[in-house]
């Protein structure tokens, strides 16, 4: 059996059992998300791994597209995934939870440019949503009162 | 390298051994930023899926996927980093006189 880690802090994790496929949330709590790949700090490939060569470690969470090449085979091209960097993780549970805010992950440009270049240049939407969801929480007050 | 170069990949000894079925890794802390090493790769006989969590080493249930699975999965094992030899495409090369350590989960 794999050895218990007895007095030493830490566990054991199983890339495909607790973090391929995983969803990824930020630091509020907000889905961003899901593990597609992880990336490793390099080792020789390709030719003779000395014996007292470090073991690899987690560079980085990838997600992008790989449904394709799950389903068809081969590797999706470096360019097309995006990377979490490993030392923003703070938990590995049944979710993986960042210590950072998704506004400042690469992951999430997608909604940051739908936001800036098309949701923001519609009249009214700049508005924080907060406000209103605020509104809908009094209305359902008084609806129910 | 990225994990799937690893999984699903040939391992070979002086033979055929199997595939990689998972990448163990010791995260050695549960705090902020703290590097999770691999610790080995666990080798299966007969097939590249994953063992659905079923290598830890109290889970039996549902008996029948747990059945199905561990037989499926019979005869996996664990071979630390530093017995692996080698790195190649779809082909892992570990060095002679390795140890097959146990790959169940605690």
């Given at each position: 059996m794999t050895p218990s880690t007895g007095d030493r802090p830490g566990r054991w994790l199983d890339a495909q059992l607790h973090l391929l496929d995983r969803q990824v949330l930020d630091a509020d709590d907000v889905p961003i998300a899901v593990v597609d790949d992880l990336e490793l700090s390099e080792v020789p490939f390709g030719q003779e791994i000395p014996i007292d060569t470090p073991p690899p470690v987690i560079t980085a969470l990838l997600s992008g597209a790989a449904l394709a090449t799950r389903i068809f085979g081969g590797r999706p091209p470096e360019s097309r995934m995006l990377r979490t960097p490993w030392?923003?993780?703070?938990e590995v549970g049944v979710v993986i939870k960042l210590g950072?805010?998704?506004?400042?992950?690469?992951?999430?440009w997608t909604e940051r440019w739908v936001r800036d270049r098309i949701i923001g240049r519609i009249?009214?939407?700049?508005?924080?949503?907060g406000g209103k969801q605020d509104n809908h929480s009094e209305d359902g007050k008084r609806g129910g009162s | 390298m990225i994990i799937t170069d690893l999984l699903g990949s040939r391992v070979f000894g002086p033979e055929f051994l199997g595939f990689v079925s998972d990448v163990r890794f010791f995260l050695e802390s549960e705090s902020v930023g703290r590097p999770a090493r691999v610790y080995g790769i666990i080798v299966s006989p007969h097939a590249r899926s994953s063992s659905l969590g079923f290598e830890r080493s109290g889970v039996r249930s549902p008996w029948p996927i747990a059945a199905l699975v561990r037989r499926r999965h019979r005869g996996s094992f664990l071979v630390r980093w530093?017995?692996?030899?080698r790195l190649d495409v779809d082909r892992i090369q570990v060095r002679p006189g390795f140890e097959r350590a146990s790959s169940e989960l605690p």
């Open positions: 030392v923003d993780v703070v950072v805010m998704r506004d400042t992950l690469d992951l999430a009249p009214g939407g700049r508005h924080t949503p | 530093g017995d692996i030899e």
